[in-house]
Each structure stands twice: as C-alpha cells, then as structure tokens.
C-alpha cells in the first residue's frame, strides 16, 4: 500500500482493509465491507491502531497497513521458517508461545521469525523426531499443538521437561547412547590414587565394558572422546547433541580428602528451580544397580547444575561408582573383573532406563 488511504476514500482498497478489520473480529455495522471509508470504519481503524500500539490516527498508513496483514495471519495459514527479509505475524507470535511454554527458547515473542525462533523449531523437530528443517508446516505445527495439550491437561505450574520428550517419536529406532568417559590422559588424568591410578584411564575402562555389554543389548554406543584426547567440557556437550543421542552418561569417579570416604553417586540435571525427571529416572535405575549389584555405600542420587548435564539436550547422567581417593576402592578398580562388575551394573540400568523410555507414549 504506497499511499495513505483515510476517511471519505473509496475503492477495492478499502474494501480490503474493511475485510482484514472483520476477519480480525471488529464490528463494521451494517454498512460491512462497502468500499466506503466513513465514520464507521475510521472509528474501527482507531480501534485497531490502539490495540495494536500504533499511532492513533484514523488513517491505514504503510505501518498499519502492515499491522493489518500481519493481524490477520493465524498459525497453520502458512509454513513459517526463517528468511530475508524476515516473516512476521501473528501466527509468528503464536509459534513463539507454543515452544516457549514447552521449553524451546525463541528469545521473544515478538512476532518475527528471526534466528532463535529458527533455532527453536529446529530443536522441538528434533525431540519429537520430525526432520529438523526449521519450517514450521503442517506436520510440526500438528506435533506442537498435540504436546501442548498433552502439558497444559497437567499442573498450571508444571515444567515441561524437554529432555523427557527427547525421547518420543523415536518408534522403533534403536537406541543411541553417548558415553563420556571423564577426562583424557595424557594432558588431563583426573583425580589420581595413592597408588598413581588415574580417574581417566579408569573412566575409559569401564566406557569401553559398557559399550560392549550395552552393544550386545542391541543399543548403539558413541563416545564422546578417543583414548588419548583431552576435549573441553563444552565440546563432550556439543558433541552429544549433535550425534542427537538419547542418554549421555558421563563417567568420573569421586575423590575426597577424607580417605575413608566411599561409595557410589549419581547426579541428573537441577538448577534449583527446575529439574530433569527423565535424568532423574535415569540416575536412580543406574545407582540401584550399583548398590545393589555391587553392594556399594549409597552415596545417593543428586541433582547438580553441572555443564554437561545443562548442555545436554537430551537426558544426561553423571556417574560416579567409586572414590579414586580410597585405597581400597583404588585397589577394587584396578581389577578387570572388577572394572567389569561395575560396567555391567551400569549397562543393566541403562538398559533399564532406555526399555522404560521407549515404552512410555507421550
Ligand atoms: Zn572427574
């Protein structure tokens, strides 16, 4: 619309303005869409203009005009996605409610499909596992609106737990595990022993057990890291998501001063205010099995704001079956058998934790 169209103009234009006004559920009277800018529709522009922050003139300028068409879009009209110059509207908005109320930040909500927006839809598309191309059609569309009422039936309050959804929409797939063998020798050996056992060689030992028992089992396995590779915290995260793996287990072993201090611990996602159910779970079935399996002290299952459990998408544990600073449980680790002990508690809880996820229909 290149001129300003205001009262007593008539035309096909202001028949169009007159339908996207009715459409947007504003009263016209009885003289409807009748090509005649009079007082009735001025009155309604005015309305339209203070209800959508504009300036209140009266008058359909450039910025109103805009205002009117991106007023009229509702979600689902169009396939949204991100492009120069950028789509704007208020299915736009929509969208961004909908994966900000299950957890998939666009930043704002601002109505215009910038590159958060871009990022979000490609990380719901991935967790309900439709092809992550970042174009919000049909298909992704259906898939936020049945999540969301499957959420909005629980508590008002409820968070969502996006890593819980991960692992939807799989069917049949296998499952895919990363495991992240703490540390990396020969620039990083973790917590070392009395008797100059490194946490690092220990925490790829019992990777590579769990990978064999866990492959066996019919679970796919990535690593996060080679034998001998010292990778930053950031990239075991990043390396994880990418690989759109459905558990990331981490793999330390704890150290105190205290010498006598022993046993095992898990840890899942909490930041306080928010925590992974699906992690937790997960924690809980591993350290069942290592305290019953191996009759290990029950250090307990906690809830850590570590990096690689908030950077994760999917959900992520940190185990940590044995005190490296314990000269008896130092000893135990130095063992294959025991190594193998150990593996096989942790695979069985993996195990566990994937057959209960795959069952579970969201
Ligand atoms: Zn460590």
């Not at 969301?148 to 069917?171: E, L, M, Q």
Request: net charge negative.
């Amino acid at each position: 619309m290149e001129q300003t169209i205001k009262k007593n103009d008539r035309g096909e234009e202001v028949v169009d303005i007159q339908r996207r006004l009715i459409a947007l559920g504003f009263d016209l009277g009885k003289s409807a869409a009748d090509g005649v800018f009079g007082e009735q529709t001025e009155t309604t522009v005015k309305a339209f203009q203070q209800k959508r922050g504009l300036t209140v003139g009266g008058a359909v300028g450039e910025e109103t005009w805009e205002e009117l068409v991106e007023a009229s879009y509702q979600l689902g009209d169009r396939a949204l996605y991100y492009r120069y110059p950028s789509l704007r509207g208020d299915d736009v908005r929509e969208l961004q409610m909908s994966l900000n109320s299950l957890g998939f930040h666009t930043q704002d909500e601002a109505g215009v499909f910038e590159q958060e927006t871009d990022q979000a839809v490609r990380e719901f598309q991935r967790n309900v596992g439709l092809p992550p191309d970042g174009i919000a059609g049909e298909e992704t569309i259906d898939a936020l609106n049945s999540l969301k009422k499957a959420v909005s039936t629980g508590s008002r309050f409820a968070v969502p737990d996006k890593r819980y959804i991960c692992n939807s929409g799989r069917g049949d797939r296998r499952s895919k595990i990363m495991l992240d063998p703490g540390h990396g020798l020969p620039e990083d050996p973790g917590a070392v022993g009395a008797f100059g056992l490194t946490e690092a060689e220990v925490c790829w030992r019992i990777a590579l057990g769990c990978r064999r028992i866990l492959e066996q089992r019919g679970v796919e396995v990535v690593f996060s890291r080679e034998e001998s590779e010292t990778i930053p915290e950031g990239e075991r995260s990043q390396r994880a998501n990418r690989e759109e793996v459905d558990l990331l287990l981490s793999i330390h072993l704890n150290s105190s001063r205290d010498m006598q201090a022993e046993g095992a611990t898990c840890f899942y996602f909490s930041n306080g205010r928010w925590y992974s159910k699906a992690g937790k779970k997960a924690a809980h079935l591993i350290q069942d099995e290592l305290i019953r399996g191996l009759a290990l002290v029950d250090c307990r299952v906690h809830g850590m704001n570590y990096s690689i459990l908030r950077k994760t998408r999917m959900t992520a544990v940190q185990v940590e079956p044995a005190f490296i600073s314990n000269v008896k449980e130092e000893r135990l680790l130095g063992s294959g058998s025991y190594i193998e002990t150990i593996s096989r508690a942790i695979s069985q809880g993996v195990a566990r934790f994937l057959e209960m996820e795959k069952q579970s229909i969201i």
